[in-house]
């Protein structure tokens, strides 16, 4: 037989031992960037299919897809721990910290409970995006209708209804949640983390416990003129609809802050606004008597970015993004940035209306677009933003650019209004970006302490409404138990997203928007900045942005800003004049809860 040896002549063969090295680390990576390369881009193209084509099929697709590429990135961040120790090239060292921290919910390496975890995924999402609210009279309301109903903020009886009908969508994620809790938090163990929340907490190049005390700093920062806001706003809303539907001290009522959960007051703003307050213009109303429809929105937009010096965008981007509801389907309205394949599948989802919110956060999701594709040269692992706050606050950032010299340019608005406006322009502001800090702060709070034990399961309820009550000062308008599951009426809960972001957001936003405006040469009070049709703004903030993740956070602050450090001094210098103006309103006043 041809290649046998003669009896008594075998050698054993024993396998040479792995050698955990530079050379082995390199060759590691490399592989597992090509293989998690094509299954990230099949899992978004289903994610974005399930999105906008909400039944059970796409569900199916998106869970099966969801599944196999947490298993392949349990796979390879299992691996990671090989090379501990180890001593690397730091882009190396970097690449496996990112495939070890590259999962919100890891499942252990374990193919059923991998399809157990995304199945559950799949499904809250779809719970949360086909969600309606229905009277026994068979009357139905979808979220857009209800959050509209608290918008306009009219009748009191009715907002509290509608409060409470979209939280009848969410107890029976209840039992969902805890169990993807269970699985995930065995997952971070594989991963080497004492829970979820540590992973979670990991993501920042620096020690987790460090950087928990951070985000906590900055709130302290900020938290002199929240209370300030809080204080009036209270004032202002019990005279408007009396004392005994809000009390002139303690907590706000949460339904009637104009947003399903209270993470935004600008809707109450007529109710609160300073007296005899002049404003020249209403953005909805400019929007609506331009003539400009929904994809005007986001052309303006994309006029916005080129003006900056960046191209536009790829005409898929125009054929294949949703910019507005189907009449025929379900679909998750939230809206969102996509970058489908790495390179320029651009997209973004939405259920556009033509008013003066949506106008702001056509700009921020195309700040999100324009990311994505500055970083899309960076090897797959380092196609993301420096943290994840990164990503929302160049939106935003953005977003703070829209000012009047902005709307002049446009032809929306004739001209700027008069420096007398300006208190009433930064309490808009506040109530959108001031009065969303808590709640950008206690989301993962509430998170963090779910995965490490301090909140069980038993008293979900009872621990996100604790931390409402400390953090934002508001009010559950009925009576809530654990029957209720009520974290899972804000959307980034079922979808699994990290919310840290958002608060980070909030604070680095304003740095970039101070320094960008120092680069312009602006000369005035930060609020009336705007960036629009500035060149150098443009060079620095894509410089910035083309670093993707490659490097440390700090660096990429440091590059745009002059200093690496999260400084919440930038808010202190925007809205100034409004805390002056505050602390003055509330002499006499009983502030706090």
Known sequence: MVGCQPKGTEKATVAAAPVYNQASAEAFVAEAEQALKATAEYASRASWLAATYINMDSQFVEAKAGKEYTLQVVKYAKQVKNWDGVELDPVVRRKLDALRLGLSFPSPDDEQLAGELADIGSKMQGMYGS?????????????????????????????????????????????????????????????????????????????????AADVDAQWNKVKPLYDALHCHVRAKLSESY????????????????????????????????????????????????????????????????????????????????????????????????????????????????????????????????????????????????????????????????????????????????????????????????????????????????????????ADYNKGWWQLREQYQGISAPVARTEADFDPGAKYHIPGNTPYTRYFLAFIQQFQFHRALCETANYQGPLHRCSIYNNKAAGEKLQAMMAMGSSQPWQNAMEALTGQPNLDASAIADYFAPLKVWLDEQNEGRQCGW
């Open 131 to 211: 969600g309606k609210y229905c009277r026994e009279s068979g009357e139905c309301f979808d979220l857009q209708q209800m959050s509209n109903i608290l918008a306009e903020g009219k009748d009191p009886a009715l907002m509290q209804e509608m409060w409470a009908g979209w939280r009848t969508v969410s107890p029976p994620m209840r039992p969902l949640y805890q169990r993807q809790v269970e699985i995930a938090n065995a997952g971070a163990k594989d991963l080497g983390f004492e829970n979820l929340s540590v992973l979670w907490r990991s993501n920042y190049d620096m020690a987790p416990d460090a950087f």
């Open 242 to 457: 009396g004392p005994d539907v809000v009390p002139a001290t303690g907590k706000i009522p949460a339904h009637l802050l104009g947003n399903m959960w209270a993470q935004t007051w600008g809707n109450v703003y007529d109710k609160v606004k300073p007296e005899n307050s002049k404003q020249s213009y209403n953005l909805t109303t400019l929007i609506e008597k331009s003539g400009m429809n929904e994809l005007g929105m986001v052309r303006t937009a994309e006029d916005f970015f080129s003006s900056l010096g960046f191209k536009p965008l790829p005409e898929s981007f125009w054929e294949r993004s949703q910019f507005t509801k189907p009449r025929d389907r379900d679909v998750v309205c939230h809206a969102s940035a996509w970058n489908l394949d790495g390179k320029d599948d651009l997209r973004i989802k939405m259920c556009i209306q033509k008013n003066g919110e949506d106008f702001q956060t056509v700009h921020h999701e195309l700040g999100h677009n324009y990311y994505q594709r500055a970083y899309n040269h960076q090897p797959f692992l380092f196609q993301g933003s420096a943290n994840d706050g990164f990503h929302e606050a160049l939106g935003d950032t953005v977003s703070l650019s829209i000012t009047p010299s902005y709307l002049v340019s446009l032809g929306l608005l004739k001209e700027e209004p008069p420096v007398s406006e300006d208190i009433g322009y930064l309490m808009q502001m506040a109530l959108d970006k001031i009065a969303f800090l808590p709640f950008g702060l206690m989301v993962d709070k509430w998170r963090w302490q779910v995965f490490n034990g301090e909140i069980q399961p």
